[in-house]
């Protein structure tokens, strides 16, 4: 069954730095799109970035972009986000999910990691 | 403010049918046949539950079902029961540099 299981995430200064990890089983990761997906407490979900099977494509939120930059390593089946620069506006659940790349479905998420940004 | 519109609650009582709506403009909802819906229960990750308007993965009630006309995709619960309680989000794929947007959720009560 496909499992995403995310890591990485607590608590950071702002202007801090932190790199979340997902890691895919019980499917063919490097067939994929994967996405990060962002839920601040309490509120609704936002989308933050997403990258195509091979790493060829990128699409960055406006919100994050020049700041985060998500990767893949597939012969690790693992998915990243590097985020740099944090604000206290960057505190959520941070979710990755698998993606359909033509119709942005997001079919499979993770239990997602919190981080908060705060002093 | 979220890209797509959504009620911010709707309620019914068990068996009892609900839309929850959608909507969006032309570069989204209304240009393509690309929206989705999820569940989410408190403290849970998304459920994907309708995707490409009206398709429902494998697993998913048929009293779940989706539709649209123009920029406005809905999702209608029918023989609501209580475990339907959670909050839905529609999304949908988009024409701008941002590739998917989001509405900014909908709880559902089952009274």
């Known amino acids: 069954q496909v499992q995403l299981v995310e890591s990485g995430g607590g608590l950071v200064k702002p202007g801090g730095s932190l790199r979340l990890s997902c890691a895919a089983s019980?499917?063919?990761?490097?067939?994929?799109?994967m996405s990060w997906i962002r839920q601040a407490p309490g509120k609704g979900l936002e989308w933050v970035s997403y990258i195509s099977s091979s790493g060829s494509t990128i699409y960055y939120a406006d919100s994050v972009k020049g700041r985060f930059t998500i990767s893949r390593d597939n012969a690790k089946n693992s998915l990243y986000l590097q985020m740099n620069s944090l604000r206290a506006e960057d505190t959520a659940v941070y979710y990755c999910?698998?993606?359909?790349?033509?119709?942005?479905?997001?079919?499979?998420w993770g239990q997602g990691t919190l981080v908060t940004v705060s002093s | 403010q979220s890209a797509l519109t959504q009620p911010a609650s709707v309620s019914g009582s068990p068996g009892q049918s609900i839309t929850i709506s959608c909507t969006g403009t032309?570069?989204?909802?209304?240009?393509?046949?690309?929206v989705s819906w999820y569940q989410q229960h408190p403290g849970k990750a998304p459920k994907l539950m309708i995707y490409?308007?009206?398709n429902r993965p494998s697993g998913v009630p048929d009293r779940f079902s989706g539709s649209k006309s123009g920029n406005t995709a809905s999702l209608t619960i029918s023989g609501l029961q209580a475990e339907d309680e959670a909050d839905y989000y529609c999304?949908?794929?988009?024409?701008?540099?941002?590739?998917?947007?989001f509405g900014g959720g909908t709880k559902l009560t089952v009274l």
């Open positions: 490409e308007v009206s």
């Open positions: 032309s570069s989204d909802v209304g240009g393509y046949n690309y």
């Open positions: 999304s949908s794929y988009t024409s701008s540099s941002t590739r998917v947007v």
């Open positions: 999910a698998r993606t359909d790349g033509y119709s942005m479905t997001f079919d499979y």
């Open positions: 019980g499917f063919t990761f490097s067939d994929y799109y």
